[in-house]
């Protein structure tokens, strides 16, 4: 991938729309636990489109967790997560339903492994890992296709 001062401008407002998102997810008791829809997560999406998306998630995932108080645990795991994510979401990126599935998998794996450890050891993991697989369907499944379609229907990506 080529660095250019576009793309790293591209992959700087995803993070920030990244943080932004989370913070607001925050706002309604979104953001973090068991149960979490990150409004921020429809945004892996992006990956599909351009590779810059892929830093500007990690990135910005890196900087919610670490301002919304999580665990280091959390920040380093979590972030690498959204970072696998958004790398299996631009591999998969030919079929826009196939795209999503990275978050979901990625995030009910490994989010819930570092939930069951930092957060909540006596909460089986099993279930936690079926409501994350939850949450993430809703925000990076259902919202991302949301965004996805958006996109496409926006003449100005198109020629990005």
Known sequence: MKLSIKSVTRGGIIAALYVVLTFVSAMFGLSSGVFQIRLSES????????????????VG???????????????????LATLLAAIGTYLLRKNRYLA????????????????????????????ICLFVALGETVSAGILGQFVYEMIKRNMRFKNM
């Open 100 to 127: 999503v599935v990275p978050p979901i998998v990625v995030n009910a794996v490994i989010v819930s492994a570092v939930i069951h450890y930092a957060y909540m050891p006596s909460f089986a993991l099993w279930k």
């Open 61 to 79: 995932c890196l900087i919610a967790n670490l301002l919304t108080g999580a665990a280091i645990i959390d920040v380093i795991a979590g972030s």
């Open 43 to 58: 945004l892996c999406i992006l990956a599909a489109f351009m590779p810059e998306a892929i830093g500007g998630l990690f």
